[in-house]
Antibody, heavy 119, light 111 residues
């Protein structure tokens, strides 16, 4: 059973870089799925951030693209998110998830990790 | 503002049926049969309920069903139970530029 777990700093300073890693266990990143980041700001809905394939190919939310980098490390079976020039608006619970192919659904998901942008 | 529009809240009594709408455009909901629905309890991982508009994964109760008409998708929950309380989100493919968009979420209260 595939499980995902997010890790990274819970506090980032404004204008800094938010960096998170998602560890995948019980399955290989090198499968026919996409590996995704989704966030939920406090009191708001879910927002798709972007995704990466095991080859390194990425798709990004156009509203975040200029600040975003998602990468994959197949040797460690993990993928990562870097978001630069963060502001308070980037404060959110960040989830990693698998976009399962076929079917194109998001799941399984990590529990999520809260990242607060504050000085 | 979310790309897909959902009602902020819905409510129903145990045993009743409710329907949650998810309105988009011809560029997302109306253009592809790639709508999914999730149940989310804060602090937990979202749970898949419906994929490809109408398909129900194994392990999901038959009480959950999905449909679509033009640019609006629907999630119907029949035989409401107290455990159904929570937040519900729709999601749709939106083309090769935007990729994936979520709704703003609907809070379901079982009275």
């Amino acid at each position: 059973q595939v499980q995902l777990q997010e890790s990274g700093p819970g506090l980032v300073k404004p204008s800094g870089t938010l960096s998170l890693t998602c560890d995948v266990s019980g399955g290989s990143l090198s499968s026919s799925h996409w590996w995704t980041w989704v966030r939920q700001p406090p009191g708001k809905g879910l927002e798709w951030i972007g995704e990466v394939y095991h080859t390194g190919t990425t798709n990004y939310n156009p509203s975040l693209k200029s600040r975003l980098a998602i990468s994959v490390d197949n040797s460690k079976n993990q993928f990562s998110l870097k978001l630069t020039s963060v502001t308070a608006a980037d404060t959110a619970v960040y989830h990693c998830a698998r976009r399962t192919i076929p079917g194109n659904w998001f799941g399984p998901w990590g529990q999520g990790t809260l990242v607060t942008v504050s000085s | 503002q979310s790309a897909l529009t959902q009602p902020a809240s819905v409510s129903g009594s145990p045993g009743q049926s409710i329907t949650i709408s998810c309105t988009g455009t011809s560029s997302d909901v109306g253009g592809y049969d790639l709508v999914t629905w999730y149940q989310h309890h804060p602090g937990k991982a979202p749970k898949l309920l419906i994929y490809e508009v109408t398909e129900r994964p194994s392990g999901v109760s038959f009480r959950f069903s999905g449909s679509k008409s033009d640019n609006t998708a629907f999630l119907t929950i029949s035989g409401l139970q107290a455990e159904d309380e929570g937040d519900y989100y729709c999601c749709s493919y939106a083309g090769s530029r935007t990729h994936w968009v979520f709704g703003g979420g609907t809070k379901l209260t079982v009275l």
